[in-house]
């Protein structure tokens, strides 16, 4: 549950829209989505997702039979081949409930409890590829701290000192480094690369980039091994695209395998 259904549900109740959410209770084999997913229907809205295909298909339709009849909740046990003709092969059983505000208050606890164990990303620079990355990692779940000390960066990206931030930085962050000034990005990966529990060091740049940084490591009196920690470039290498949208796309992709845990 990576999108915040929890402004959309405040918002819904204000607005006395009725709704229903609609929570995968149960999921077993193989299912689109995990248990504990939740999607909202209000009228033809929908607001997140329960995996998509003819399973949402039959969520929304009898969330939206319910929101018609004045039902207040029901439950749908679905197997995914015979019920809806879904070729996962799993089990699902969905719980549908009209959206009020103790709901919507028990959906903003929930998210806010489930980002709290989200890994951190520390993101250092708000140029062209800064602001694409950002925009990247805004609906993963990550949590995202972003810096940047100029007085034009985004209003969204913090003005602290870098390296203060490094240091209160939680143990297994990733730190991604791509400032606009060479010495600050090398400072910056230098003081990350200290730290042994950070899960991901990345510096923007080329191979060239990373042997000039490496050397000035070194004679800073720096372990080579640490080097070993060091990804640069970010992303890979494989495609001949450098445009900010593709390398955000990469490091995105790259940041997720590092931190999410092991799929079963």
Known sequence: MTIRLAPVAAGLVAGGVPAVVV????????????????????????YGTIGGGRLE???????????AAGEAGAVLSLPLGPAVGQCCGGHVVLSLAR????????????????????????????GHVGIALARALAPLPLRL?????????????????????????????????????????????????????????????????KARFSRGFLANGNAPGLLARLTCPIGGHKLPDKSPPVIAALVAAELLVVLSPPGE
């Open 145 to 209: 701290e972003w810096y940047d000390e100029r007085e034009n960066a985004p209003a969204t990206a913090m003005r602290e000192d870098p390296l203060a931030a490094l240091a209160a930085a939680p143990a297994g962050a990733a730190v991604v480094v791509m400032t606009h000034e060479h010495h600050l990005d090398y400072a910056i990966t230098e003081a990350a690369l200290q730290r042994p529990d950070f899960a991901y060091v990345g510096m923007i740049g080329s191979a060239t980039k």
């Open 57 to 67: 298909w039959a969520a929304a339709d009898r969330a939206r039979a319910m929101i």
């Open 99 to 126: 959206l009020d505000g103790t709901m919507a208050e028990a959906i903003d606890r929930d998210e806010r409890a489930l980002a709290a164990g989200w890994p951190t990303v520390l993101l250092f620079g708000a």
């Open 23 to 46: 929570t995968v209770r149960d999921a077993r084999g193989s299912t689109p989505r995990e248990a504990g997913t939740r999607m909202v229907v209000a009228g033809g809205q929908l």
